[in-house]
């Protein structure tokens, strides 16, 4: 079975530009979640799709971040107009939604580097 | 609010080494679950253990174990006689239990271990 899987990789772009990163979620998984981490800080949640819903928004740093996930199915990050301190790497982690009053493991994709120069 | 601390930034020890990895997290709830994820140099994150706050039973798989202690709110992790292969930024992370199922992450800073030949 295939993982959580991201894109792209890398992406070096230049302040005030636009970056849109893609993330494909375990198949059958409802919930999706985007992370990111600053070079050298803790992992910090940005928000949470349920199948297309947004459950929860909460560490959207700006309205400059626009999260989709049209149809339930992979979901897209865009980052306009990219600042430098938007630099860092982006995660993305799904978990299945069998709900049923418990906590459920997050999978993790391999990560999107962003720098914005 | 909740919050994870790993005080360790950098662990380096001698293959066949015994060494702990420190957790110690905060939170007003009484239902949470903390997870563990190793973060290889390929990038991705891999999820190693769940527990929640109800269990509180050592867990060992292999040369990994792990010691919950609500007592000291730690969830520490210890890997026996290290390897090279476990040369990794590992993540310890805690989610809240209240609202039934699947929440945001929050996470440590991570703590580099490096293990020489």
């Known amino acids: 079975e295939a993982g959580v899987t991201q894109f792209p990789s890398h992406s070096v772009i230049e302040k005030g530009q636009t970056v849109t990163l893609r993330c494909d979620p375990i198949?059958?998984?409802?919930?999706l979640y985007w992370y990111r981490r600053v070079m050298g800080k803790e992992i910090k949640f940005l928000l949470h799709?349920?199948?297309?819903?947004?459950?929860?928004e909460s560490g959207m740093p700006n309205n400059r971040f626009l999260a989709e996930r049209t149809g339930g199915t992979y979901s897209t990050l865009k980052v306009q107009p990219a600042e430098l301190e938007d630099s860092g790497v982006y995660f993305c982690?799904?978990?299945?939604?069998?709900?049923?009053?418990?906590?459920?493991?997050?999978?993790f994709g391999p990560g999107t580097r962003l720098l914005v120069l | 609010a909740q919050k994870v601390t790993q005080a360790q930034t950098e662990i380096s020890v001698v293959e066949k080494e015994d060494v702990t990895l420190d957790c110690v997290y905060e939170?007003?709830?009484?239902?949470?679950?903390l997870f563990w994820y190793k973060q290889p140099p390929s990038g991705e994150l891999v999820f190693l253990i769940r527990r929640n706050s109800f269990d509180e039973q050592n867990e060992i798989s292999g040369r990994y174990s792990w010691n919950f202690q609500k007592s000291t709110s730690s969830f520490n992790f210890t890997i026996t006689a290290s390897q090279v292969v476990d040369s990794a930024v590992y993540f310890c992370?805690?989610?809240?239990?209240?609202?039934?199922?699947?929440?945001?992450?929050?996470f440590g800073k991570g703590i580099t271990l490096s293990v020489r030949p």
């Open positions: 939170t007003r709830d009484t239902t949470y679950y």
């Open positions: 799709f349920v199948k297309e819903s947004k459950q929860d």
């Open positions: 992370a805690l989610s809240e239990g209240k609202r039934g199922a699947n929440s945001k992450l929050t």
């Open positions: 982690a799904s978990s299945l939604g069998l709900s049923g009053g418990k906590q459920e493991t997050q999978y």
């Open positions: 198949s059958g998984h409802d919930n």
